[in-house]
């Protein structure tokens, strides 16, 4: 297992815990301050858009990029960002009906459905051992989902399992963009330089298309605009969703799958869901039944044997990343 690779999983399970940030703060202190999933996507993403921007604009490498990319490209990143809103509005309506930790589980089928698209859009997953482990993930979460309680907002589980539907398309596109191609990561196209376009230049232009997409929704539906407008003590619960849980999970994630493909990468971000339960049971008074706590030990068993899987082949050549 090359540098690259470590480098790669590292990220990944970085993203998940960013991401897992975003509905416990939400519920713990955004939500209870007056601001609702819409008024918190529309502050989260406009937050990660600054965060990403003022990252991007303090490397001279990062802004020779950004200057060296076409108008499509721009609008292709701009328009994966604001498919992320759907995901985001989906999984974060659900936090506001049901646990957190049931959200993160249910949203875990994801790597499944990336898995999937993989075989004929990106980097696929390969061995017993990479299939077992994808196995163990679904198995996690089909356990989980099978102990849910008759009096459970049904809506909220509706939500819930749109959200990992919205997720994939959204991670396919953001690997598309990377440079991920059938039979290969986009490290192995672009001779070991990373991603094709690099994740601070990327990140920043697809943050805002997600703030974009958010304001959308927010003016529709009557959102306060203003900062005036928000509630003093949601802001400490908005920054930190805004700079963890999108501007870092959202550049981590995508160069992690830069590295070593969005299938394996979606595989490492189901970390998020051991994460929030850690934070729900300890911070907010949610239930940890042993049936949730055997899912989510499941999961977790799956995503170590991910790591043992094969890896990718590095590069023939291996240039220094900017």
């Given amino acids: 297992m090359n540098r690259r690779h470590l480098v790669g999983i590292g990220l990944g399970a970085l993203a998940g ?31 990660a858009a600054l965060v990403s ?20 490209t721009v609008a292709r990143l701009l328009l994966t960002g604001a498919v992320f809103v759907v995901d985001a509005s989906l999984y974060f309506a659900a936090v506001e009906r049901i646990d957190i930790s049931l959200v993160a589980l249910i949203a875990s089928a ?3 459905l990336v898995a999937v698209a ?12 990479a299939w077992g482990s994808l196995a163990l993930v679904i198995s996690g979460t089909a356990l989980t989902i099978g102990a849910i309680k008759p009096d459970t907002d049904q809506v909220g589980i509706v939500l819930a399992v749109l959200a990992p ?21 986009a490290d192995m196209r672009s001779g070991g330089r990373g991603a094709e376009v690099p994740p601070a230049a990327a990140g920043a232009i697809m943050a805002t298309g997600s703030w974009i997409g958010a304001a959308v929704v927010g003016l529709v539906a009557g959102e306060p605009m203003l900062p005036t407008q928000v509630p003093a003590a949601a802001w400490p619960g908005l920054i930190g969703i805004g700079v963890f849980s999108a ?18 990468a979606a595989l490492l971000t189901t970390v998020q869901p051991i994460v929030v339960i850690v934070l729900g049971v300890s ?15 499941i999961v977790l068993a799956g995503v170590l044997l991910a790591q043992f899987a ?13």
Avoid at 33 to 43: H, K, N, S, T, Y
Avoid at 53 to 72: C, K, N, T
Avoid at 165 to 185: F, K
């Fill in 53 to 72: 921007w003022a990252w991007m604009l303090v490397q001279p490498w990062a802004r020779a990029a950004l200057r060296g990319l076409d108008r499509r």
């Fill in 118 to 129: 993989s075989l004929h859009l990106g980097y696929k997953f390969s061995g017993p051992r």
């Fill in 165 to 185: 539907v919205a997720y994939t398309v959204y991670i396919m596109l953001a690997a598309w963009m990377a440079g991920e191609r059938p039979g290969q990561t």
């Fill in 247 to 264: 501007a870092i999970a959202i550049q981590a994630f995508y160069a992690s799958a830069a590295r070593i493909g969005a299938a394996r």
């Fill in 110 to 112: 994801y790597p499944a």
């Fill in 283 to 297: 911070f907010l008074s949610e239930a940890f039944t042993p049936v949730r706590a055997a899912g989510a030990a």
């Fill in 310 to 322: 094969r890896s990718p082949e590095p590069p023939a050549a291996a240039p220094q990343e900017p």
């Fill in 17 to 47: 815990v960013g991401y897992a940030t975003g509905p416990f703060l939400f519920k713990a202190s955004v939500h209870l301050a007056g601001v609702d999933w819409i008024g918190m996507l529309m502050w989260r993403f406009g937050l």
